[in-house]
């Protein structure tokens, strides 16, 4: 009685980028095979269909074996099993944590729980992202979350240090992170414009303004929650509307500032109050949970589309923001100067990154 053996000795442990594309993309070893055969490797390295299906074979029991390395990997660093270069040790790091934007768009907002992960064939059909994959990225987005949520300081240095990611791809996590806290609401048909890039950018913004843990890393608070005091305090941004003589003097100050310089002059000299009162309410409702998920929702309603209604092109808005902003340091009856500006600075990025078609 005979049977066949195939055996690998070696040091290095080889990885092939393309079999661990394939291999993070969900495929079966037979899948892998076929789409390497496509590709043409047998013409490329003169070997047979038996041997491309054992080197195949070879590379998943690998990349299975590595995988709960992968879950935690400053462990990949530190263990003497798979003799992997530090540079290889990287890629496998961040290939494994890249993720699809359109998946992380769907999920957005939502409540990385055991329900969300049952609609994961909806969200895979949706997208065209293979349900392996979408489970696999799902499962990464939890596992980050989890990992930080407690900490202080800034979210996306935490998760930089935790889980050896490039900065680029840590403030992407960071934002998931952060949409996953405070719960936006993402899914609204007038958000459908915006992209994940987008919202990232957002989230960049409001934690860098906004959360205790970027201005002060050695807080309570961990850098991904909203500070209620914060929070809290911009309701005494209120009297900018409430207060008419204030309300008109800061409308006075930006039309002076702005006219002749702006293309819509007489559309915002008619709807500087809506705006105005649309920009300092946004802030004010945010010690609400319903009011925090609708904030994308309320920059689009009251701010984006009358803005749009009107032809105001991405210039002008920025110049409407940069002076309207900039005003109040001139109202003798106003005493939240640096409040004020911390609060428009992350609203100000936020609608000039959201204000496209």
């Known amino acids: 009685m005979s049977s066949d ?5 070696g040091n290095t442990t080889l990885i092939d980028e393309e079999v661990y594309r394939l291999w993070l993309d969900g495929h079966s070893v037979a899948e892998a095979v076929a789409r390497r055969l496509r590709g043409g490797v047998l013409e ?14 070879d590379h998943y029991r690998t990349f299975q074996m590595l995988e709960r390395l992968l879950h935690a990997p400053p462990r990949l660093l530190q263990q003497l099993l798979f003799q992997i270069p530090p540079e290889r040790q990287a890629l496998l790091v961040q290939r494994y944590y890249a993720f699809d934007e359109a998946l992380a768009r769907e999920l957005l907002g939502k409540k990385l729980s055991k329900g969300t992960k049952k609609e994961l064939d909806e969200v895979s059909a949706r997208t065209g992202v ?14 980050v979350f989890k990992a930080v949520e407690e900490l202080r300081g800034p979210l996306a240095e935490n998760i930089q240090q935790l889980f050896l990611l490039p900065p680029p791809l840590a403030r992407d996590y960071a934002a998931i992170v952060f949409f996953a806290n405070s719960r936006f609401e993402t899914g609204k048909r007038r958000l459908q414009f915006l992209s994940f890039a987008d919202f990232a950018a957002c989230a960049q913004s409001m934690m860098g303004h906004w959360s205790q843990g ?7 608070e961990p850098d991904g929650d909203l500070p209620k005091s914060f929070l809290q305090d911009l309701k005494e941004l209120k009297v900018l509307v409430t207060d008419k003589d204030l309300l008109d003097q800061h409308k006075s100050l930006v039309c002076s500032a702005l006219r002749g310089k702006i293309s819509v002059y007489n559309e915002l000299e008619a709807s500087f109050k809506a705006l105005s009162r649309a920009l300092v309410n946004v802030g004010g409702k945010l010690t609400h949970a319903r009011d925090v998920r609708d904030f994308f929702v309320d920059l689009v309603e009251k701010v984006i589309e009358p803005c749009r209604s009107d032809k105001w092109s991405p210039g002008d808005l920025r110049l409407f923001l940069t002076h309207y902003t900039a005003a109040p340091r001139n109202l003798p009856g ?3 100067q640096a409040l004020w500006e911390r609060y428009m600075a992350a609203i100000t990025a936020c609608l000039l990154r959201m204000y496209h078609d």
């Open 5 to 9: 053996l195939d055996v690998f000795v």
């Open 44 to 57: 490329r390295e003169g070997t047979s269909v038996a041997v491309l299906q054992s080197d195949t074979r």
């Open 334 to 336: 106003f005493r939240h």
């Open 130 to 143: 293979g349900i392996r994959s979408c489970r696999r990225q799902f499962d990464n987005f939890k596992r």
């Open 214 to 220: 970027a201005l002060a890393p050695e807080a309570a």
